[in-house]
């Protein structure tokens, strides 16, 4: 019985991670969060795509950096009085949750001056037929209600098949870890 139990967790888990669509995202790519090279963060991200569920990755030295996140005003200003939030492990992972521009910089005197600042953009979905969202259910987006599914298309087929495929390769990578807790 309770292998059953773990089994159908198991496959709940499976599906939910196997049909989602986020992203994980290095900010500067091999470069990293870094002052050192001249990297323009913002062009960075405008050549991404963000969606909620996305996890954006900072790696940098924590003896010289930091991630603050902080609200536009700061951010244009470089003012890192009172962040939202000050991140300092070195490897920080955030995750995306709701719509709109999430201001990034290192807090470290002058760095946020010399470049070292990003502004992550994650549009609203473009739907004629979605309401606007409150500012409370902005971490849930809405999922319109259809009627009628029409038949898949050969892309439809493609993407459906291939996030199947997803959902089975995360299935292959925690069978073991499931074989252990057993």
Known sequence: MALMQKSVALLMVMAVMGFSEAAVYKVGESSGWTTIG???YNNWAATKNFKLGDIIIFEYNSQFHNV???T??????CNATSPIATFTTGNDS?????YGHHFFFCGV???CQAGQKVDINVPRPSSSRAPSPSS???AS???PVVDKVPAPSPSNAASTFIALKAGFGVMGLLIPLFALAI
């Not at 536009?72 to 200003?77: D, L, Q």
């Not at 955030?94 to 709701?98: S, V």
């Open 136 to 138: 409370s259910s902005l």
């Open 94 to 98: 955030i995750k995306i949750t709701n």
């Open 141 to 143: 987006p809405i999922v």
């Open 109 to 111: 005197p002058g760095h």
């Open 38 to 40: 001249s990297i323009d």
């Open 68 to 70: 603050m996140r902080v």
């Open 72 to 77: 536009h005003e700061m951010y244009k200003s």
